[in-house]
Each structure stands twice: as C-alpha cells, then as structure tokens.
C-alpha cells in the first residue's frame, strides 16, 4: 500500500542534514545570563511550621534544600564559637541584657547557635491548641513530638533525628506507621528546632530572613529589617522581643532559642509547578509558644531509632506518595469499593471435547483505535498458512474486545472488552472507556466461540480496558482494576478484591501468576507486591526507584524477573528482595548506541529469559553506523549461554514478547504483523498476519502446544 | 563492551551529580548541562518551530524554566527526559503564539514543487548543507510538512537517539503509546514522500 518505505538510515540522514547541528551561536551566554538574574522555585516558605505539617516528609525535603544552603555557614559559625557550654538548670548565668547593637546580628545567631544547644526538653504551642513536645540530647540528637490535644497524655506522631537518620512514627490514612531513612540529614539535627519554633515570626520579605543566605535575596539583606522592640519574660527567661514587616520573635538571650512567635498569616510564596498547587501553602501557622523548657540530660531511649511495636514499616518512597501525591506521578487517587454483582456466571460451564486443532491458536486483538467506530478492537484467531479469522466483534458493535487469554487447557477464551462513545486512543493503558468487563468464551476445536460462559461486570464509569489472566490450573482469572486486584472464580462467579498501590492514573497494574498459582506478583511503583491467592496477604518485594514491569516467576517460583521502565533494563530479584541483579547485558559494543530492554518473558520452564534489546542506533532494522540490527535475546538466568537472535526482518515497532508453548519459539508483534521466531540459528520468522497498519496488536499464544513442533518443521 | 558500559554509568553518575548540584542553586553546576545539551534541545525546538529566531527563544525559554523549577524535581536521573518535555512545552507554546507571525531570518527558498507547506521554508543553512543530495531534500521537505509532534518525536528518535522510554517521558505517553506515535509519524513522513513525488 505504501510504496515509499524509507529506512531508518535515510530518515537519519536526512534528518541529521536538515535540522541545524548547532545552536545559534551565543544561545548558550544567554541562558547563563538569564538563569543568574533568574531565582528558582526553593520551596522555602513551606519550610515553616513543616513539623506540624502532617506531611513531614515535604516540609523535610524543603528543610533539606534550605539547611544545605546554609549549611557551610552554620558549620563554620560553630566552629568558631568553640565547643558550647553546658548549661545547668538551676543557674543561669550573668546575662548582658543590654538591647543587642547589631539586631541582624543578634536574629542570626539564632540560628547559627543551634548546633551549640544543649540537652533539653522544650514544651509549645503553636496557635494555642496543638502542642509539641521537642528533646535534644548531648550528642545533638532531636526527638520532635506532636500531641493530637494538650491534653493528651502520649504523642500522635513523632520524628527522631539521629546522626544523619530521620524515623518518623507517622499517619496514613487511619493508621500508623513507621518510617526510617538513613543518610537524610545531612547537618546537626538541632538546627530543626529553628523550623519548630520559628511559626509565622519571620516572614518572607526581603531583610526578614533567619539566616545569611536568606532564599534568594542575598546575603546583604539578610536580616536587616529586624529592629527592636523590647527585653521581654517568656518562661521565665529574657528574650529580646524583634519585629520584621508585622513578623515578631522573642528569642532567648541567653540560648538564642526563639521562645515565641508571632506574625501575619503566611503567604507562602511556593509559586505551583505544572498546575499543581502546594498543599503546605495554606497551612501557616500564626504563633509558636514555648510553655517550658527544662535544661539538662534528657532519657537516651527518647533518641533510639527503633520502630514501634505493632506499627508496620512503610518505605520512604510510599510514603511520600500518600502524603504527597502530587509529586508523585505515578500515584492514583484511592478508588471508591466496589462490590461485583452477585452472580456474574451467564450459563453452565459446557463440557468441551479436546481440541483437535493441528496447530496451536494465537488470538490476537487488534487495537481498539477507534471504538466508536467499531473499527478494530476484535478479536481474531491466526495461525500458519490461514487467513486471519474474526471470531469475537464485529464493524460497527461499539464494543472494544482485547487481551485475548486462552484458558491453560484451551478451551476456554478469556478477554476484556469495553466500550466507547467515542474516538479513544490507542494504548490501552489510556482507554477511557465504559461498560468494562471481562468475558469467558468456549472455544471448539475449529476455533468457533460459544456463547459467553461468564461475564464479570466492572465498576460504572470510565477507566481503562481490563486485561485478564488464567491462573495455572485455569480455575481463577486475577485482572488489575484501579487499586485492587481482583481474583475472580470463573466456575462460581465469585470474586474477591485485594487492595494493592495502584501503578498508574491511566493504566492497570501488570501482574503474574507464580507457577503452582499460590501467589501473583504486581507491578507496583518502587516495589513488586506479592499477593498471597488462599489469604489474600501480602508481601512486598522493595526495588527502590524502580518502575517494575514484564514480571516473570522463574522456576521454583523463588525468584521474579522484572523490567525497570526507568532505567530499560531486565532485573531478577529474589522473593526477600535480595540479589536484585541487573541480568540484560548490553549489546556487542558494534552495535554502538545506548541500548534499553523494554520487555522480558521468562520460558515456559522457568529457566531462561527473552528479551527484546533496542540500540538507539540499530533499533528499527537499520543501523546508523552500518552494523548490527537490535537482536531479540535468550539467555539463562543471570544472561549465561546467551543466544542473539535477528528480530523480524521490518523490525520497527517490536513488542508484544511471548513464548510458544513447547519453549522453542517466540512470538512478537511487529509491523509486519504477527511474527514468531525461532530459537536457535537458522530457524527463519514465520509472519502469521500482514499486521501493516495495526501495530500494536495484543498477542495470546493458545496452549495447545502437542502439534506446535511438527508444523514448524 | 565493558569499557563503554563503564564510560557511560560514569557519565550518568556525573550528571547525576550536576543536577543535585544545580538543585541546591549551583548555577555552575547548571551550565555545565546546559553545555553538553543546548545543541540538542535547540534542534528539538527548532524541529517543531522550523526557524532558528524562535528555537533560540524557545530553547532560552526552556533553560531558564528549567532552573527555575529544578528544586521541584525530585529524581536526577529524570533530567533529561524532563528537560526535553520542557523544551517541548515552550516551543509549542511559542508556535501557538506565533502562528503567522513567525520572522524568517533570511530569504529562504521555498519548495517549488508540491502542496503549499503548511510550516514555513526550512533554514537555509541546513538546506546548504544537503545540497545536491535530492533524496534528503524531499525528506527534509516532507519533515516539515508533518505536524509539530510528529516531528518532535522523529528528532528525538532518530537525531538524538533518545530511547523509546525516555521518548514517551518527554511526551508523557505510554512506551507502548511512544511506539506508536514513532510509527504514525514515520507513516506520515513516507505519505508526504509520496506527495513529494
């Protein structure tokens, strides 16, 4: 149909001539000049009051950024005043309370001297209801502590800094949970206290800041606006009462602590990046009051790192997705629960006789580019030698049907199918479509369907079309809906629902059966979840920064094998999450090019590892510096005995990776359409359909293995 | 092949700590990779705005939001692809604003054959250096006849052979959605061929 096929060497070539090879000449002298007239976006202002915040974690990250700032200042400012002085309870020593000379110098210091801070027990009240209780011991560790009412007996949540780790005891949703990050702080915890204690004093204008390097006004306003009001009683004990632009601070004379703050609401300047507002922004806090403080030796237990009885450990990562979900992209918003009709079983499960197909099926779904229209989105069978043959849909039914999945025995069809008032695209992560459900077909040994044997209904509403799975004994089907895993008994029609972390607003999580069909591991952001089928616990495999795709049981059911969509690479990892080991090797250094792994397929057997690997310069049938095209790649686990095979000769828009039942070929979608490719040299692809024009096809493999061989040959 | 997986992690540590660098405020840090990546982005902003005056302005456009929001993003090693969606982003927000209106540095030559081009003439100093060769000519003739995301994707692809997965961050689409877009457009590239013809 398209007579004009151009390789990927012309295109590049041809690319690389017309667009200029270089920016305009002094592009570069402006950028540089106008990123140093340019303030960024510190989030600074949200800093303050972040002990109260419920989202500790952000106000933490803001704190971060801001204390690294000033850091070197801090250190240096401590240096310099020595080793700090033990102060004893019961003395307070001669104080000058003459009105400080130099006042920017005197608010400053509030800061600087707080890695001098001895041990102490501090009580406050930040506008007049939440109380806190903060400790810092002699070595400088800080225990904040947040009380629900003053009333209240024990703390609601806490942080403790350590060294340079944070533990937190913290709330998600309705319950506790304990969160530990080593390597976080990177300064003396006691200049937190500076965030706990300065409320709505200081405000964000230029001379109003706490420290020299005030945001990005510079160092030569830093605290200049502050004057003087008085020598106040706060607890007992002097302050210096200071005013900068309707902000007010009473800091202590002698430790330089801010014992009371007081100012015009914040407005917090954090500006909102891509539409997103800040959720701290709103929450200033107006006054901070210290009700007591007690100088001395704190109990050490107050300081230990240890995670509470009865309290579950959730990662930092996971963490920050709940209380922050709109820096986390990956993160939906909890799904309201949904309960399936009661009886989804449409009719008796019939009693099919063995198939006698020669050759194994492969079902295909074409995409569903256009529901509305009908056009696609039906199902088809193919097989060697035979036309493609319709047998779920037809033009004009509205109706999407996709992720064809035979039953383990064949006899059965699974898939989702949904439907559309209008155009939608074509990845099926993004479907927004309605009327979701799955359907099981019988198959008969012509390939002819019967009437749907069951049908599971899904919730009202848009959302993306649902892909199934059989389980290993064929008994159960598990499909991903939102945030909840839904195990579905295809003889009784029952369905349980298993809460997972949903990977993605537009998708469903990607999941796996294990092999005996006692577990499925799901796809989670920085984590593989492992769902127990007979009680619906789960465990949780940790892969830190890692968007986990393409899992695969290996045999044994020990270990899974995953691809990392971040950094396009195929991982194993054990059950306990250790030995997670990069397995895709990159390609012979000839190929050139970077190279990414985006899908893997473990072997029917468990022992081996297909994986498609593109070259940036070879990815689609030609490379730009002549040489070899991106193979499709079998090895053993852990990428021994490893076999390169030459991808379908188009070899552009390769996906779709499956094996063959009996383990010896492997079956992909290309733009030559339905491709299988024998393992081994010599054994030349087989296109089973002209796929021009409906790439992206969803592939199913039927499991009737026993005539595979004799046909190939 | 160790050595160049060697180089290449070297590399990424290093950037990785440029951008950490740059987070804190280090405009140095910054520079450097602006240095290593301005060329880049500018063929990527000029490949959806076809004039050097506007790329320039965009890709500026692009540097300066970048520094400017860079302490929001939270994983280094995401700079590129989020970079890219930057430059993207200001370059189909400068086109929108321009349409019509587009100055054109110099007296370009305008294709003498097929439909009128609905982007302006390409830039003189490429066209120079393809001279002569009539197969990349009606190529690049037919590039700029594609829709600004079709040929922001196939710049990104097969000049600066950014992986597939980085592609569909910059664009935030799907790796599956990525492919796609990367076959329709080279689909639409060989129709224009075809019209060329």
Same mark, same amino acid.
């Given at each position: 149909m398209n007579d004009r096929r151009l390789s990927d060497a012309q295109i590049t070539a041809a690319l690389r001539a017309h667009l200029p090879a270089q920016a305009q000449a002094g592009l570069r002298g402006r950028v540089v000049e106008a990123v140093e007239i340019t303030s960024q976006q510190r989030p600074l202002p949200s800093l303050l009051g972040a002990f109260s915040d419920p989202d500790f974690v952000r106000g933490r990250s803001s704190l971060l950024i801001a204390a690294a700032l000033l850091l070197a200042l801090a250190l240096a400012s401590a240096a310099a005043a020595g080793a700090w002085q033990l102060l004893r309870r019961d003395t307070v020593p001669q104080l000058n309370l003459t009105p400080p000379a130099d006042v920017a110098a005197f608010v400053l210091s509030s800061y600087d001297r707080m890695p001098e801070l001895p041990p102490m027990a501090i009580s406050t009240l930040e506008d007049g209801s939440v109380k806190g209780r903060i400790y810092v011991d002699q070595s400088g560790s800080v225990r904040f502590e947040h009380y629900a009412t003053p009333a209240a007996p024990q703390p609601d949540t806490y942080e403790i800094l350590n060294g340079t780790t944070m533990g937190q005891l913290a709330t998600v949703g309705s319950d506790k949970v304990w969160v530990q990050q080593d390597g976080i702080i990177s300064e003396d915890p006691r200049v937190f206290l500076l965030v706990a204690l300065d409320g709505g004093g200081s405000v964000n204008q230029?001379?109003?800041?706490?420290?020299?390097?005030?945001?990005?006004?510079?160092?030569?306003? @830093?605290?200049?606006? !502050?004057?003087?009001?008085?020598?106040?009683?706060?607890?007992?004990?002097?302050?210096?009462?200071?005013?900068?632009?309707?902000?007010?601070? !009473?800091?202590?004379?002698?430790?330089?602590?801010?014992? +009371?703050?007081?100012?015009?609401?914040?407005?917090?300047?954090?500006?909102?990046?891509?539409?997103?507002?800040?959720?701290?922004?709103?929450?200033?806090?107006?006054?901070?009051?210290?009700?007591?403080?007690?100088?001395?030796?704190?109990? @050490?237990?107050?300081?230990?790192? @240890?995670?509470?009885?009865?309290?579950?450990?959730?990662?930092?990562?996971?963490?920050?997705?709940?209380?922050?979900? @709109?820096?986390?992209?990956?993160?939906?918003?909890?799904?309201?629960?949904?309960?399936?009709?009661?009886?989804?079983?449409?009719?008796?499960?019939?009693?099919?006789?063995?198939?006698?197909?020669?050759?194994? !099926?492969?079902?295909?779904?074409?995409?569903? !580019?256009?529901?509305?229209?009908?056009?696609?989105?039906?199902?088809?069978l193919v097989s060697e030698g035979v036309a493609p043959r319709r047998i779920i849909g037809s033009d004009g039914d509205g109706i999407a049907q996709a992720c064809p999945m035979f039953s383990p025995d064949g006899q059965r069809l699974a898939y989702g199918e949904a439907r559309a008032s209008g155009p939608v695209t074509t990845y099926r992560g993004d479907w927004p479509v309605d009327g979701r459900a799955i359907v099981v077909v019988g198959?008969?040994?012509?390939?002819?369907?019967?009437?749907?044997?069951?049908?599971?209904?899904?919730?009202?509403?848009?959302?993306?079309?649902?892909?199934?799975?059989?389980?290993?004994?064929? +008994?159960?089907?598990?499909?991903?809906?939102?945030?909840?895993? *839904?195990?579905?008994?295809?003889?009784? /029609?029952?369905?349980?629902?298993?809460?997972?972390?949903?990977?993605?607003?537009?998708?469903?999580?990607?999941?796996?059966?294990?092999?005996d069909g006692s577990a499925i591991a799901v796809a989670e952001p920085g984590q593989i979840r492992v769902v127990h089928v007979d009680d619906g616990t789960s465990t949780v495999i940790p892969v830190e920064g890692a968007a986990p795709r393409s899992l695969g049981w290996t045999a044994g059911d020990d270990r899974i094998v995953y691809v990392d969509g971040i950094e396009a690479a195929v991982h194993l990892v054990e059950l306990d999450g250790t030995h997670d080991t990069l397995i895709s090797s990159h390609g012979p250094a000839s190929a050139g090019g970077s190279f990414s792994f985006d899908e893997a397929a473990v072997s029917p057997d468990g022992t081996q590892v297909a994986y498609l690997q593109s070259s940036s310069?070879?990815?689609?049938?030609?490379?730009?510096?002549?040489?070899?095209?991106?193979?499709?790649?079998?090895?053993?686990?852990?990428?021994?005995? +490893?076999?390169?095979?030459?991808?379908?000769?188009?070899?552009?828009?390769?996906?779709?990776?499956?094996?063959?039942?009996? /383990?010896? +070929?492997?079956?992909?979608?290309?733009?030559?359409?339905?491709?299988?490719?024998?393992?081994?040299?010599?054994?030349?692809?087989?296109?089973?359909?002209?796929?021009?024009?409906?790439?992206?096809?969803?592939?199913? *493999?039927?499991?009737?293995?026993?005539?595979?061989?004799?046909?190939?040959? | 092949m160790e050595t160049l997986a060697a180089a290449q992690h070297a590399a990424t540590s290093q950037d990785d700590a440029l951008v950490r660098r740059a987070r804190l405020g280090d405009a140095g840090a910054f520079d450097s990779l602006v240095a290593k990546r301005i060329d880049r982005c500018y063929r990527l902003a000029w490949s959806i705005l076809l004039n050097d005056a506007d790329a320039a302005d965009a890709t500026q456009d692009a540097f300066v939001a970048a520094w400017r929001q860079l302490p929001r993003l939270r994983d280094p090693s995401a700079f590129d692809g989020w970079l890219n969606r930057i430059v993207a982003n200001a370059a189909r927000m400068l086109r929108r604003h321009r349409v019509r209106l587009r100055e054109i540095t110099i007296g370009s030559p305008v294709p003498d054959e097929g439909p009128t081009a609905s982007e302006q003439a390409p830039d003189p100093h490429a066209r120079s250096e393809i001279d002569g060769v009539a197969e990349n000519d009606a190529i690049g003739r037919a590039f700029d006849r594609l829709r600004p995301d079709e040929r922001a994707i196939l710049a990104l692809h097969h000049v600066e052979e950014r992986p597939v997965a980085e592609i569909a961050r910059t664009l935030g689409i799907p790796t599956g959605t990525a492919k796609w877009r990367l076959h329709a457009a080279r689909r639409a590239l060989e129709r224009a061929m075809e019209a060329e013809a």
């Open positions: 230029p001379g109003c800041g706490l420290t020299r390097n005030d945001g990005d006004v510079g160092d030569g306003t @830093a605290a200049s606006g !502050w004057t003087y009001v008085g020598t106040e009683s706060i607890v007992g004990r002097p302050t210096f009462h200071v005013t900068c632009d309707g902000g007010d601070l !009473w800091i202590d004379v002698q430790t330089r602590l801010i014992l +009371r703050s007081q100012g015009p609401e914040q407005n917090a300047t954090v500006v909102p990046v891509d539409g997103q507002s800040d959720p701290g922004a709103s929450q200033a806090i107006e006054t901070i009051e210290v009700t007591d403080l007690e100088l001395g030796q704190q109990p @050490a237990d107050l300081f230990g790192l @240890a995670q509470p009885v009865g309290v579950a450990t959730m990662s930092s990562n996971d963490f920050e997705c709940q209380v922050y979900p @709109a820096g986390c992209p990956s993160l939906s918003p909890p799904q309201p629960a949904y309960t399936p009709p009661a009886v989804a079983i449409q009719g008796p499960l019939p009693s099919l006789p063995a198939s006698s197909a020669r050759n194994g !099926w492969i079902a295909v779904s074409a995409n569903p !580019w256009n529901v509305g229209g009908g056009q696609n989105g039906d199902i088809y198959v008969d040994e012509h390939g002819d369907p019967t009437a749907a044997l069951s049908r599971f209904a899904l919730p009202a509403g848009l959302g993306p079309i649902v892909c199934p799975e059989w389980s290993p004994t064929g +008994r159960f089907l598990a499909f991903s809906v939102g945030a909840q895993l *839904w195990i579905a008994d295809a003889t009784t /029609g029952t369905t349980r629902m298993i809460p997972i972390t949903s990977v993605t607003t537009k998708g469903n999580n990607e999941f796996a059966w294990s092999r310069q070879c990815s689609n049938g030609g490379c730009s510096s002549g040489s070899l095209p991106a193979p499709i790649v079998v090895a053993d686990l852990y990428d021994s005995n +490893r076999v390169e095979m030459p991808g379908p000769a188009g070899g552009f828009l390769v996906s779709g990776l499956h094996w063959s039942p009996d /383990g010896k +070929r492997l079956l992909l979608s290309s733009i030559d359409g339905v491709v299988s490719v024998g393992l081994g040299s010599g054994s030349a692809a087989i296109v089973y359909a002209n796929g021009t024009d409906q790439a992206g096809l969803n592939l199913e *493999w039927s499991p009737l293995q026993v005539t595979w061989q004799s046909v190939l040959k | -």
